[in-house]
């Protein structure tokens, strides 16, 4: 492809890797192709065969150490938290007095390792922004191990942002880091493979691999569905949770029609004549919460059946090349999903699980919840609702204006929230640390 000389040129001139060149070159090629990036309602179905976390963890015993020292916890940890104000890696956030969403990983970890007597293995997926302070921060776990970039981290890749009408790598020399984007955390297939961990684990005896966001504290490892996973022969399964109002413009799982293969659909793929059919949460039952179970010896073997590359479907963002400035030239970012691999595997299934294995953290709101006395974290690193809660987390819905980056929180205080159903704040308040609410509260 003539076209993708100039990219390729560009990719390799900062050291990326053939995986990662090849990944990109099928996203350009399915962008030149001018096929439709669309999935439209009538190529689906409502999701088929969805099964039932609890009934599989029920029925199936805990995974034993065998199995633990056959598996890895890979953590995505590539975002840098500038919506909430952040400079450094999202994960740094502490959303307990002195332990952050890095310290409870490793706390899992700690607890799997002394369950299996086997060091258990953590990776972190790394962006460029995110890299240095991690690995700064896991400076004091260096005794276990943990601070060893060659055994805990692997770098995300970058992309080029291509010129709307030359499908060009863009050229602005004023600030020549904005030619760059990230490329969707689908990236994580070619960084395995770049980097040489996928290789790495296998070699290692490594087989099972639960993939999530580093900002989700309900994605903990859980050894008894781990056993199923092993013992099922699965490729691949992907935790889906139902549908509220409030993920109604988020990716759902669906059937495609032609072949019965369970697929992603993100909003950027629907067309604006089947937006109230995306939304429709009785229709589109359950979203992806990017909680995946991969055998990494099935990812092998497609990569090798497939020149090397998983064909993801591939988003297409149109921006200006400095986001802060309208002006400047436009531009596409190519994303893939890394949910959507689901559609590459023959026999891959989807798992309904409660929702408290999605509790991510994107707003102050959110992290106030964590904060509070309502979510307890344990010293093995598992996240648990006050028993008050009776199962069901409490609503925050602090003033976006005045409560959108971290240090507003500081001005806000903390207040008892285990008793509380839904607490919504508009305008400045100060409550008392601990401070006793109930029921539903508005201020």
């Known amino acids: 492809m003539s076209s993708f ?55 199936t015993p805990e995974a034993g150490a065998e199995l633990l020292a056959q598996s890895v916890m890979i953590k995505l940890n590539g975002g840098l938290g500038t919506g909430m104000g952040l ?83 863009v050229e602005y020399p004023s600030n020549p880091e904005l030619e760059w984007c990230p490329p969707g955390h689908g990236d994580i297939y070619p960084a395995l493979v770049g980097s040489g961990w996928l290789d790495k684990l296998l070699s290692a005896g490594v087989k099972y691999a639960f993939i999530s966001n ?11 569905f781990l056993r199923w996973f ?15 109002e409030a993920d109604k413009k988020g990716g759902h799982l669906a059937t495609r029609k032609s072949d019965g293969q369970p697929i992603l659909r993100e909003i950027a793929q629907c067309p604006d004549e089947d937006v109230e059919d995306f939304q429709n949460i009785d229709k589109h039952r359950y979203f992806n919460t990017n909680n995946l179970w991969i055998r ?12 090397g590359v998983l064909p993801l479907p591939v988003i297409r963002n149109t921006k200006t090349v400095d986001p802060r400035d309208a002006s400047t030239q436009q531009v596409y970012q190519l994303e893939t ?24 953290v994107k707003t102050c709101s959110d992290l106030l919840l964590l904060r509070s006395d309502a979510v307890e974290i344990n010293e ?19 003033d976006s204006k005045l409560y959108k980056l971290v240090d507003s929180l500081d001005s806000l205080g903390v207040p008892s929230l285990k008793h509380v159903t839904k607490l919504t704040v508009t305008g400045a308040h100060r409550f008392a640390d601990g401070e006793p609410l109930c029921g539903e509260v508005t201020v």
């Not at 090629?29 to 409502?46: A, K, T, Y």
């Open 5 to 59: 000389d100039a990219i390729e040129r560009k990719m390799r001139g900062v050291g990326l890797s053939d995986a990662a060149v090849n990944a990109f070159r099928h996203s350009v090629s399915v962008l030149e192709s001018n096929q439709s990036m669309m999935i439209p309602e009538s190529d689906i179905v409502p999701a088929e065969g969805v099964s039932e976390w609890e009934s599989i963890v029920a029925a």
């Open 214 to 224: 580093s900002d989700n504290l309900g994605a903990q490892p859980d050894t008894r």
């Open 230 to 244: 092993a013992e099922s022969g699965v490729p691949f399964v992907m935790e889906v949770t139902r549908r509220t």
């Open 337 to 360: 999903a890394m949910g959507a691999a689901i559609q590459c595997f023959c026999g891959a299934r989807a798992v309904c699980v409660p929702r408290s294995r999605f509790f991510p």
């Open 380 to 398: 093995a690193g598992l996240m648990s609702l006050a028993p008050e809660c009776k199962g069901i987390a409490p609503i925050v819905q602090l």
């Open 87 to 169: 400079q450094k890696a999202k994960s740094l956030l502490e959303i307990k007095p002195g332990v952050t969403f890095l310290d409870v990983i490793v706390r899992q970890i700690r607890h799997l390792r002394g369950r299996a007597g086997y060091p258990v293995g953590l990776l972190l997926m790394n962006s460029f922004s995110t890299s240095d302070d991690t690995m700064q921060h896991l400076s004091q776990y260096a005794s276990e191990g943990f601070a060893d970039s060659q055994q805990v981290e692997m770098i995300q890749n970058r992309v080029p942002k291509l010129v709307t009408d030359s499908l060009q790598p």
């Open 296 to 307: 990494l010896d099935a990812l092998q073997e497609y990569l090798a059946a497939n020149d």
